[in-house]
């Protein structure tokens, strides 16, 4: 599956931005998908995924309540809904895709595909 991400940019603190991230390829609904971010110097870390059927969804702590996953199987999309950004948001955001992964999939080794990112940055 070939993964393409969208929708970065500069936005201020309490800002919102969506990102979108278009598969193709593959049959979507075989994947769980998933959101990781990535700040420089930083390690890339989970923020977010979604199951095949978007029915389970898991989210990391420090966006919990302001970010919101969702799928449309139908568009063969996963989008990001970010709210009230931080400066500390402020990363290369990667979407992510694994024929195999658990709903509950939060580790980079669990997904195998992963698109090119696309830079969110917040200002204080």
């Known amino acids: 599956v070939q993964l393409q991400a969208s929708g970065g940019g500069l936005v201020q603190a309490g800002g919102s931005l969506r990102l979108s991230c278009a598969a193709s390829?593959?049959?979507?609904?075989?994947?769980?998908m998933g959101w990781f971010r990535q700040a420089p110097g930083k390690e890339r870390e989970f923020v977010t995924a979604i199951s095949r059927g978007g029915g389970v969804t898991n989210y990391a702590d420090s966006v919990k309540g302001r970010f919101t996953i969702s799928r449309d199987n139908a568009k063969t999309t996963v989008y990001l809904q970010m709210n009230s950004l931080k400066p500390e948001d402020t990363a290369v955001y990667y979407c992510?895709?694994?024929?195999?992964?658990?709903?509950?999939?939060?580790?980079?080794?669990?997904?195998?595909?992963w698109g090119q990112g696309t830079q969110v940055t917040v200002s204080s």
């Open positions: 390829g593959s049959p979507f609904s075989n994947y769980v």
């Open positions: 992510a895709a694994d024929r195999y992964a658990r709903n509950q999939a939060k580790t980079v080794a669990e997904y195998a595909y």
